[in-house]
């Protein structure tokens, strides 16, 4: 078989799979997520083992120790990724929830009620605990899932997909409602973009080069994750020491992560005065500064900015620093080189703050706190499939919810259209 | 300038002000669509007198009568989109809605707040008035829009344009905040098609051909519409008396939309004894029956059926019938041949209504109505830009609230994650 039937052949076993997922009770889907929980604590010994052969690969390969932290499993992890479906299982079903219900014309009964999207495909790199986490949120809300996970996790990833397939079987879920791609080739990627028909979605999670890809080539839906160059503006009026520790904490609390802060934004009169205390402990802990020029000749230790740093996605310990005039000159910023993903100001004046929350565009606008709690978790919504930079459907932290689509009952007796 | 360079132009004047525009009030946004609403009623004469160029080069090329009559303005055509606009003005504006206000990990408050979308593309073809339609609910729903209407309207649409945009003069709206691409070229479909970060959504509405190519060759993300192949199942508990009502009316009271019947299932029992009563009034109507074997024996009208015929939206005096064993064959058909958007069930059982209800995935499910009803205006949302046939964002009738996106604000005072 041609990898295109190989995936299609999956699809379609996805699909039909998806309708009997969209009719099995909730207690039957926690249920399943329990049993996965308990088969992979039990089956830790055979999924470490797998993961062995990947990170021997990867360290052939020349890995750096990053990413080998990223694809390593030990028993802790799996016990985490257990504790994660054992939380999903304790999560509120999305699926059946419903409107009001009202009257339309000539008294048609109209409700709209929340349903699965039916298939999603989730496309992601590195991490395998994202097989665990996509199965448990896709089969919560009801969908069949396609996975599609990068191939230096190959072997851990169809372990666990395994191990999580196996406890399907003795649950009243489909076992065919989680498809893994086997195929480590990028053929099995271009196919799934093209299903339309068969997939409903697709979820890319990953690098922006990977999003970028299926964001351009997909005809399936999208929805776009993850690409966050974020910023922080420190007013004029701004607490010293609140914005040194939110500048501080969007830099250096995770710099690898999408709502990290890349680029700091000073207010000119802040600056002068603060800028070298603010920076300080940025220094101390290793960030590389890369400043407009007045930002270099009252901090010494920056290194000139290049127009490319205002868009960059660092992912690392650098933080652009530019000093502005006014409050809508770091607006304007925002909206040049921003991603829509988090922006913050720091400001203790009330105006200024109400006009960032509502003149900023983006997924999420902060006063006066840390661009780091763009989370699904942090948010309260009790689980994350990822974080939506586009417009559509859903934006934001996406929870369970954001893997749900509507449809409208309509209830008759004998209506016609005059 | 090439066309390239004129369609992004035009975009990034969208974008620019898309920023004005998330910021006017509801007062005048109004006091703008009611004064367009004037002026098309003004200048009535000059829209009429473009269209008259239209409809010239039309009948030149050949077109059908009903094209010709769909590209028809005249005095009642523009009061009725004056009448359109008065009406999206006494719209509620969806723009600011909040969801209640919550707290977060370490008290953190967060709402979520409906937003405009940014910039909408609408690529849509023939009848002129959805250039009102689509400026008029895009503006109220605080976005910026750019209009790519059919080649064969382009003096009536420029006309039309010219008319809105000369009241925006007089509002507090931005001018910029509707663009008319006057290139007949494909070539400006294709390059709006790829303008992501300044195009937010397409949504395309016309033929099966022009969505098919949006969908397919769009990287901005796109809101599928309109391609309906809706299936009425006459069960065998139906009162004849309502079925025969359904079935004519679905697919005789305007047959080339996209809510219009195009197969009638029929339960065997029900067939054996009405089959020839329900299709007398289709016949009558005009009405070419294409039959499944059993259909063609009890009806001697019906002439057989392709296995085309049961994938195709007429658009036209054409039904396709086929006689089924029971409710779940029924429902596998629409499965196999439906493009889900709207699906009725005529039954007197409850247990069949609920399981159709249930089961099938579409837009819009009915038990005991016509399809017909898959409307805006129908469902008393007081607007449609399109019917959603996709599941992400808005499925079904789509009115303001699917021209607006969300986004997050979160106030602190200081919190930093640990």
């Known amino acids: 078989m041609t990898i295109a039937e190989q995936v299609t052949q999956q699809a379609k076993a996805a699909r039909k799979a998806s309708r009997q997922m969209a009719l099995v009770s909730t207690d039957e889907k926690n249920q399943c997520l329990l049993k996965m929980a308990a088969a992979l604590e039990t089956n830790s010994g055979v999924i470490q083992a797998a993961n062995e052969q990947d990170l021997a690969m990867a360290r052939e390969k020349g890995f750096s120790q990053a990413l080998l932290d990223r694809l390593m499993i030990n028993d802790a992890r799996i016990n985490d990724m257990a504790e994660g479906l054992r939380q999903v299982a304790a999560l509120k079903d999305p699926v059946g929830e419903g409107s009001r219900l009202w009257t339309g014309a000539d008294g048609i009964q109209i409700s709209q009620v929340r349903t699965p999207m039916g298939v999603v495909g989730m496309i992601y790199e590195a991490r395998p605990n994202v097989t665990v986490d996509a199965a448990a949120l896709c089969l919560k809300s009801g969908n069949a899932v396609i996975l599609k996970g990068g191939s230096e996790a190959i072997h851990t990833n ?11 079987a003795e649950s009243a879920l489909p076992v065919e409602a989680v498809q893994l791609i086997e195929s480590t080739s990028r053929e099995a990627v271009n196919v799934l973009m093209k299903l339309n028909g068969l997939v409903d979605v697709l979820i890319p ?47 250096t609390h995770r710099p690898a992560v999408c709502n990290a802060t890349e680029t700091l934004l000073v207010h000119e009169s802040f600056a002068r005065e603060h800028l070298g205390t603010l920076t300080k402990p940025l220094l101390e802990k290793g960030v590389e500064l890369r400043g407009c020029p ?9 290194m000139p900015a290049s127009e490319e740093d205002w868009s960059t996605e660092f992912h690392d310990l650098i933080l652009a620093v530019k000093v502005v005039a006014s409050l809508d000159e770091a607006m304007d910023h925002i909206e040049t080189y921003g991603t829509r993903h988090s922006e913050a100001i720091v400001t203790e004046e009330y105006s200024h703050a109400r006009r960032f929350l509502q003149e900023v565009d983006a997924a999420t606008v902060y006063v006066n706190a840390s661009t780091r709690y763009t ?44």
């Open 158 to 168: 169809t372990a666990i997909a395994g191990v999580l397939k196996s406890a399907m």
């Open 205 to 251: 999670r990953g690098g922006a080069g990977l999003i970028k890809t299926v964001v351009e080539q997909s005809s399936v839906p999208v929805i776009e994750t993850g690409v966050g160059n974020c910023h922080v503006f420190v007013d004029a009026s701004a607490d010293p020491v609140m914005a040194t520790a939110i500048a501080v904490n969007g830099k």
């Open 294 to 302: 007045v930002t270099c000749s009252l901090v010494p230790a920056a």
């Open 375 to 418: 989370d699904g978790f942090q948010f309260g919504f009790g689980a994350e499939i990822g974080i939506s930079t586009q417009k559509l459907h859903a934006r934001g932290p996406m929870g369970l919810e954001a893997l749900t689509s509507i449809k409208y009952m309509v209830m008759g007796n004998g209506q016609i259209r005059k």
